[in-house]
């Protein structure tokens, strides 16, 4: 297929049929136990509220398709993103497991827990993992909501901004030498060697649960959607992917809604860090290497996550691989919209859907391809706002609170 020079996209070929179910197989990763699960939990914690999915007709208009919606997440419990939802669900899963061991008990209520009924155990828990930012900030704010300890592994490249919005939680942050992958594997050594739970987004051999924990917490995000969408689902969903686990909860909750009605799912990773498309390309997963240095940092991964890809091999149309200048163009798109499109606040990562489309529209047979025209319906999904706010107000010329119309 055509490659462009800031932009690369491949159709799927194993895409599974639109008629094709769910299934007992996928099941096994995701499945509507979980997820309602996660979604029964979550909407009791302190500040839960419903994130809003926004309409967008002038943009729609310029990008010359039907409807354009986006899925804003920057408000979520406060820690803009979408990531609040699942690496705190999963320290909570955790922590619920230590104390039902500990006390002998099946039920293990999150409210007593919050309220430090449980503190004696849970202060004797460590949590940890890798990050690029925003899972960190998810799990450090998780660890003091529910009353343990936290250590969190960032990389070379990981801002400082980002890192003091961790610190800011509780947690100790360290940084190692390396990529992101090259920290997560520093994070499950020393939580091996420590006794720590590792709460990550990414499964590996032997390490499996708390990331399926993680992504089952993601699909509350999913679950609002179909609940606002009901019988008019988008033609199109443009989902960011790093290790893939926000792409593959999306995936697996809109395949149970939406059956053969579901969208078509657009996978969107940074040129420098494409390690689902390249996986895609080869038919198996692959490893990207190198610095993986992309400004949008929340992609920044070079392994997909092994559980993930087992519902996005055949859950995807297309895999699109887009340069860091779409995403800061998209950043000032939303942050100056033409009326009456709302003014959005959206990071590097959080951009990133948009960014594909602005580059796809540039050329006439990838749209065609992709099946992109006047009638089709897209979401995006505005994973972050200004997580980094130095770094936004550098892109679009104003801080994140003084976005207008």
């Not at 007709?57 to 919606?69: F, H, Q, T, V, Y």
């Not at 679950?223 to 008019?232: H, S």
């Not at 443009?238 to 995936?251: D, E, H, K, T």
Request: aromatic share 8%; charged share 20%; net charge negative.
């Amino acid at each position: 297929m055509q490659e462009p020079n800031r932009l690369r996209v491949y159709r799927n070929p194993r895409a599974a049929p639109r008629a094709e179910a769910y299934g007992n197989a996928r099941a096994q990763i995701l499945n509507e136990a979980g997820f309602a699960g996660a979604e029964l939990e979550i909407r009791r914690w302190p500040g839960y509220a419903e994130t809003p999915l926004l309409e967008l007709p002038s943009l729609a208009s310029r990008l010359e398709i039907g409807a354009l919606a986006y899925k804003d997440e920057s408000g979520r419990f406060g820690l803009k993103s979408f990531k609040a939802l699942g690496g705190a669900y999963a320290v909570f899963r955790a922590l619920a497991k230590t104390v039902g061991t500990r006390l002998d008990a099946a039920d293990v209520d999150s409210r007593r827990m919050i309220e430090g009924s449980y503190a004696s155990i849970t202060q004797s828990v460590t949590v940890t993992c890798a990050t690029d930012g925003n899972h960190g900030r998810s799990v450090a704010w998780g660890a003091q909501l529910f009353g343990c300890n936290c250590v969190i592994f960032v990389h070379e490249t990981v801002s400082e901004a980002r890192c003091a919005a961790i610190a800011r939680y509780g947690a100790d942050v360290i940084r190692v030498p390396g990529n992101y992958d090259d920290s997560v594997r520093h994070a499950a050594h020393q939580a091996e060697k420590r006794g720590w739970v590792v709460v990550s987004d990414t499964t590996y051999e032997g390490y499996r649960d708390i990331p399926i924990d993680v992504m089952h917490g993601y699909g509350v995000l999913s679950r609002e959607i179909v609940r606002t969408m009901g019988d008019a689902p988008p033609t199109h969903a443009f989902v960011q992917a790093g290790v893939g686990g926000l792409a593959a909860s999306v995936c697996a909750q809109f395949w149970m809604a939406w059956g053969e009605r579901r969208p078509e799912l657009v996978i969107v990773e940074p040129m420098q860090a494409d390690c689902h498309f390249q996986s895609a390309k080869a038919g198996r997963p692959v490893v990207v290497t190198g610095s993986l240095d992309t400004v949008m940092a929340g992609l920044a991964c070079g392994e997909v996550s092994p559980a993930a890809w087992e519902l996005l091999d055949a859950g995807v149309s297309a895999f699109v691989a887009v340069d860091d200048a779409f995403a800061l163009d998209a950043m000032r798109v939303l942050a100056s919209p033409a009326p009456p499109d709302p003014a959005i606040v959206a990071g590097e990562t959080g951009a990133a859907g948009l960014a594909a489309l602005l580059a796809i529209n540039e050329h006439a047979d990838l749209k065609s391809t992709l099946g992109l025209d006047r009638s089709s319906r897209v979401l995006l999904i505005g994973s972050e706002g200004d997580t980094d706010p130095e770094m936004y107000r550098s892109v679009v010329g104003h801080p994140g609170d003084e976005a207008t119309t």
